[in-house]
């Protein structure tokens, strides 16, 4: 096991997270701004950033190596071992999933293509990885895993692999209803959105998987691997 730097990870991390917020925020106003008559300043929604990508970066910087994960490459850079992750197999195992999400998606709900079409190109390749990956699955995957594991398998010295499916599969669920408030001003019929909520749970469910095993780089590239196939088919 690398150790893990927490402090490098927190700042590596945090810094990863408001990039990926500030890549996305035009057009998350652009969306919200014709159905919310005052929207908050720049500053303000800036400063609010500030403080939960702090929060996400943190806990999870704490959690993942009491549930056995892998630290962020910065700790394998800091690492006096002078141990790599394998990004060999990081890159392979991200393109498959990446691509295989994208194609599925895009065949299956034309309404999420709608709903893709609202953000540019930048902050759909880069933006939604580094924010989204950062909170759902080095915050909310390993806070849930660490809350399952202190609830049902403590006595064990790490999480059985039930208990982080279950971790994955609920912050997964958690991850893919926060996407309601932005996609509800596009399309109002609620089965439809649940339809596409289905297909967006069971093509992002290997995303945890792949945290879990190859680190959270791994999963950023599979989430930027998806907009980046997804744009193609849109052509």
Not at 59 to 86: C, D, E, T
Not at 87 to 99: D, S
Not at 207 to 213: E, R, T
Request: proline letters at 4%; hydrophobic letters at 55%; charged letters at 10%.
């Amino acid at each position: 096991m690398v150790n893990h730097h927490k402090i490098a990870n927190i700042l590596y991390l945090w810094i990863l997270s408001m990039v990926g917020f500030i890549i996305i925020l035009p057009s998350m106003n652009n969306l919200f701004s014709g159905i919310i008559n005052s929207m908050p300043s720049t500053y303000l929604m800036l400063t609010q950033a500030i403080i939960t990508t702090g929060i996400y970066a943190t806990i999870g910087s704490l959690l993942a190596p009491r549930i056995g994960f892998n630290p962020p490459i910065i700790s394998y850079i800091l690492n006096k071992q002078k141990i790599y992750p394998p990004i060999r197999k990081q890159i392979y195992y991200a393109t498959i999933f990446g691509v295989i999400g994208a194609v599925i998606l895009f065949m299956a709900s034309a309404e999420f293509s709608i709903y893709l079409k609202q953000f540019s190109i930048i902050s759909r390749i880069t933006g939604a990885g580094l924010y989204e990956e950062v909170m759902a699955r080095w915050f909310l995957m390993s806070f849930f895993v660490w809350i399952f594991w202190c609830i049902f398998n403590r006595k064990s010295t790490n999480p059985k692999n039930i208990i982080i499916w279950l971790g994955i599969i609920v912050s997964n669920l958690l991850f893919i209803i926060g996407h309601y408030p932005a996609i509800s001003i596009l399309i109002s019929d609620n089965l439809l959105i649940l339809k596409m909520f289905s297909w967006m749970f069971i093509i992002t469910l290997p995303w945890g998987w792949l945290f879990w095993k190859f680190g959270i780089e791994c999963v950023i590239i599979a989430h930027s691997i998806f907009h980046v196939v997804f744009i193609l088919l849109q052509l």
